[in-house]
């Protein structure tokens, strides 16, 4: 069994700020949240690729000083990416991305989990994060 080869995101856009809200549903095991990204455009592109992994993307729009676009939004499990096709050129400039996503609070000590404790016998869960290395990409879209 071969492993994948490994391959970083393309320079051409990179981020400056990440606001981040991320809810957890503690009865559910799962999330929901919204990344506001401000981007460095640093030359013409068509798409924007970032992390992600076991996220659900409900929407993304791209705003700039002159234009706001919907793109198409693709995932790629096995890269761990998003893509962002934009339908037009994006021009070098600043640009800002909003990604509305959800997710699960999985088991694993990674990412976004779940920690269960116990208080008066009761068993009770609190939401924790593990960002190391690429981790964060299963808590928000990200270029990590």
């Given at each position: ?73 693709s ?9 962002l ?34 208080v ?25």
């Amino acid at each position: 069994m071969s492993s994948k080869p490994f391959s970083r995101l393309p320079v051409s856009v990179t981020p400056t700020h990440y606001a981040i809200k991320l809810k957890p549903d503690l009865v559910n095991h799962t999330f929901s949240g919204q990344a506001i990204v401000k981007l460095e455009v640093k030359e013409p592109v068509s798409s924007i690729i970032c992390n992600a992994n076991e996220l659900d993307l409900l929407s993304a729009s791209v705003v700039t000083d002159s234009t706001t676009i919907s793109p198409v939004i693709s995932l790629n499990k096995e890269e761990e990416t998003v893509t962002l096709a934009l339908g037009q050129q994006l021009s070098p400039g600043l640009a800002t991305v909003t990604y509305q996503f959800t997710g699960i609070l999985n088991d694993k000590m990674s990412g976004f989990y779940r920690s269960k404790y116990m208080v008066d016998g009761q068993e009770k869960f609190a939401a924790v994060t593990q960002f190391e290395a690429t981790d964060a990409r299963q808590a928000f879209p990200c270029w990590d």
